[in-house]
C-alpha cells in the first residue's frame, strides 16, 4: 500500500476556510451573549476561548500568505511549505478543539461544529496533523540544525544577519554567566548596539534614528533574544515604548531632546507603570504627582512605590505613569506620563537623593530567570520632577494612560520577537543535542517520538513567527489599527516559546535541568513572556476579546 500523500497548501487554505466558516458564527454568537463586548466577565471563558482562536486563526492565515508570496517571488521549497501546511493544520485543529468546546454555551451545538468540518474536511486535517508529516519535519530539524533561515528581503536578510552575528560573538559568550550570576547587561552591550543603531530603528531620522520600520525591529528583537532574552533581547523595548509615547504625544521640544538620545543609547529608559497592589488595573494607579516649586523651578513632586520596573537600576530616565488628579474615581483620565532623570547604578539596590531632597530607593526583586536586567520595586519621595518632563506638556496632563497604552502595543509587538527568538534559541539547542546524544546504541534523533517532537518545535514557531511578523508589517501601515494584532502576536509567540522550551528540555532529559546545559536558561527565562507587557488574561479579554467582539 502507497503511503497517502502529504496535504499542499492549496489543502491548507482548505482548512483555513473551514476554521473562518467556524470562528465567523462562534463571534457573531459571543458579540450576542456579550452585549458587543459590554458583558465579558459575564462570560469570561467563552471570550477566552473565542479570542484565542481567533488568533490562531490570523497566525493560519499568515502562514500561508507568507509562503504564497514567497512562492511567487521563486523562492520557496518542500520543506519550507510542507512545514507551512503542517504550522496550519496544528492552528486549525487547536481553533477547532476550542471552539467545539464552547459550542453549546453559544447556542450553536454540534451541527455549526459539523457543518464547518465534515467528513471530508476531518480527514484532511488528520493528514495535517500526521505524525509522518511531523516526523519528516522534525528528521530535518535535526539534520540543518534547527536553523532559522526564513526568506526574507534583501534588505530585512541583511539586517538579521548582522544582528545573528552579534547576538553570536558578542552576546551568546556571556550569557550564561548573566545568568548563573545575576549579572547586569556589560556596558559594552548596549555602547556596541547603539554604534550598530539598534536603539534607533523606530525613531525618525529627523531625530537621530535610523528608521528602518518595524520589521527591521522585530528581527533584531528576534536575533538578540536568541542570544539573551535578558542580556540582550529586552535592551531595545524600553527605548522603543517611550519612542512610541513621544512620537505619539509627546512636544516637539521633547522629541528634538530625548529621541536623539534613545536614538544613540545615551538614554536607556525603564518603564514604571505597576505597583505593588496594582497590577494589570492601570486606570488603577495610585503613585501620585502634585505641583510643586523647588529652587525656583517649577514641576511636580513624586510619591509613593512602583513595582516590577525592569532596569531600573541602570536606566538614565524612567518613564512614570503616576496619578496628577488625586480624584480616583477620574481612573485613567487621571494619569500622566513623565520622564523622570535619575542616577545610573550597577548593583541590586540603590539609592538616588536630590539636591533639595527628594528620594528613590530601589530594590531588586530576585527572580528565577530573565535576569542580566534586573526589575526593581521603587519608591518615590518627594521627588522632583521638571515641568518640561511631563509627556505632551500641558496638553498631556491625564493622557498618560493612553500614551503609556501606544508604548505597550509596541513593547507587546516586541515580546513577540523576544518570544520567537527564545524559542528559536531552544529548536537549534534541542536539535544540536539529540543528534549529539547517544541512547540504546543510536543518537536519540533517530527515534520516531524525538523526530515528531522537534518537527512540533519547528511547526508552532512557524505560526508564531508569521503573526508576529505580520503584525509588525501592519505597525508600519497604521499603528493604532494594529495594536490588537500586536496583542494577538504576543499571546501566541508567548505561549509557543513556554511550550517550545519545555519540549526542549524533555528532550534533554535529566540534563535539561542542569544549568550546565542553556535550555534550563531558556525554560526560565520564557516563563516570564506570558507575563510582562500585558499578562495572558488580560490580552485575552481586555484587548483581544474586547476588540473582536465590539464589532
Known amino acids: 500500500m502507497s503511503a497517502t500523500p502529504h496535504p499542499t497548501l492549496e489543502d491548507a487554505k482548505s482548512l483555513m476556510g473551514a476554521a473562518a466558516a467556524l470562528l465567523d458564527r462562534s463571534v457573531t454568537a459571543a458579540g450576542e451573549l456579550t452585549d458587543g463586548g459590554q458583558k465579558i466577565d459575564d462570560h469570561q471563558v467563552i471570550t477566552e476561548r473565542v479570542a484565542y482562536a481567533a488568533t490562531e486563526a490570523i497566525a493560519a492565515k499568515e502562514v500561508i500568505a507568507s509562503i504564497e508570496e514567497i512562492r511567487a517571488e521563486g523562492r520557496s521549497n518542500e520543506m519550507l511549505e510542507l512545514t507551512a501546511v503542517a504550522s496550519v493544520g496544528e492552528l486549525v485543529e487547536s481553533l477547532r ?71 553570536l560573538n558578542e552576546v551568546a559568550p556571556h550569557a550564561e554567566h548573566i545568568h548563573r550570576q545575576d549579572d547586569i547587561v556589560p556596558e559594552h552591550f548596549i555602547s556596541s548596539m547603539a554604534e550598530l543603531g539598534f536603539f534607533g530603528l523606530s525613531v525618525p531620522e529627523e531625530y537621530g534614528g535610523v528608521e528602518m520600520g518595524n520589521m527591521a525591529m522585530i528581527l533584531t528583537t528576534e536575533e538578540l533574544s536568541r542570544a539573551s532574552l535578558a542580556a540582550a533581547g529586552s535592551l531595545i523595548t524600553r527605548p522603543e515604548i517611550l519612542t512610541k509615547a513621544l512620537l505619539s504625544g509627546g512636544t516637539e521640544d521633547q522629541r528634538k531632546e530625548w529621541l536623539p538620545k534613545l536614538s544613540s543609547g545615551e538614554v536607556m529608559v525603564a518603564i514604571s507603570v505597576t505597583e505593588p497592589d496594582i497590577g494589570s488595573d492601570v486606570a488603577g494607579a495610585k503613585c501620585r504627582a502634585e505641583r510643586a516649586t523647588v529652587d525656583g523651578e517649577e514641576g511636580w513632586v513624586i510619591n509613593g512605590p512602583k513595582a516590577w520596573c525592569t532596569f531600573a537600576g541602570r536606566a538614565n530616565v524612567i518613564a ?32 538616588f537623593t536630590q539636591p533639595g531632597g527628594g528620594k528613590i530607593t530601589g530594590k531588586a526583586d530576585a527572580t528565577p530567570g530573565y535576569r542580566g536586567m534586573h526589575s526593581f520595586t521603587l519608591q518615590f519621595e518627594q521627588y522632583f520632577v521638571p515641568a518640561g518632563n511631563l509627556v505632551g506638556g500641558s496638553e498631556g496632563e491625564g493622557r498618560g494612560f493612553y500614551l503609556q497604552m501606544a508604548g505597550f502595543a509596541a513593547g507587546r509587538l516586541q515580546t513577540g520577537g523576544r518570544a520567537c527568538g527564545l524559542g528559536q534559541a531552544a529548536l537549534e539547542e534541542t536539535a544540536k543535542y539529540v543528534v549529539d546524544r547517544n541512547q540504546f546504541g543510536q543518537a536519540i534523533s533517530d527515534f520516531q517520538l524525538t523526530q515528531y517532537t522537534l518537527g ?28 490588537p494584532l500586536a496583542a494577538q502576536s504576543k499571546l ?42 500585558g499578562v495572558k488574561p488580560i490580552l485575552e479579554l481586555r484587548v483581544i476579546g474586547a476588540s473582536l467582539l465590539a464589532h
Not at 453549546?104 to 508529516?133: H, I, K, M, T
Not at 480616583?328 to 539609592?351: A, M, N, Q, W, Y
Not at 528540555?505 to 542553556?518: I, N, T
Request: hydrophobic share 40%.
Open 492 to 533: 501566541l509567540a508567548c505561549d509557543v516559546a513556554v511550550d517550545v522550551t519545555q519540549q526542549g528540555q524533555l528532550m534533554h532529559g535529566g540534563w535539561g535541568y542542569a544549568e550546565e546545559y542553556p535550555i534550563s536558561r531558556y525554560v526560565v527565562d520564557a516563563t516570564v513572556l506570558p507575563i510582562f507587557e
Open 456 to 483: 512540533r518545535m519547528a511547526i508552532k514557531l512557524m505560526g508564531a513567527r508569521a503573526i508576529t511578523y505580520a503584525a509588525a508589517r501592519a505597525f508600519d501601515e497604521d499603528e493604532r489599527a494594529a495594536a
Open 97 to 167: 478543539s476550542k471552539l467545539a468546546a464552547s459550542a453549546d454555551e453559544l447556542g450553536l451545538g454540534d451541527e455549526a461544529v459539523e457543518a464547518a468540518f465534515p467528513a471530508d474536511v476531518r480527514g484532511l486535517l488528520r493528514r495535517a496533523n500526521a505524525e509522518s508529516l511531523y516526523r519528516k519535519i522534525g528528521i530535518h530539524v535535526a539534520e540543518t540544525g534547527g536553523r532559522n533561515d526564513f526568506p526574507l528581503d534583501e534588505m530585512h536578510e541583511q539586517v538579521r544577519a548582522q544582528v545573528r552575528e552579534f547576538g
Open 320 to 351: 512614570l505613569l503616576a496619578r496628577t488628579d488625586p480624584d480616583l474615581s477620574k481612573g485613567r483620565k487621571g494619569l500622566s506620563l513623565f520622564i523622570v532623570p535619575k542616577d545610573t547604578s550597577t548593583g541590586h539596590s540603590f539609592e
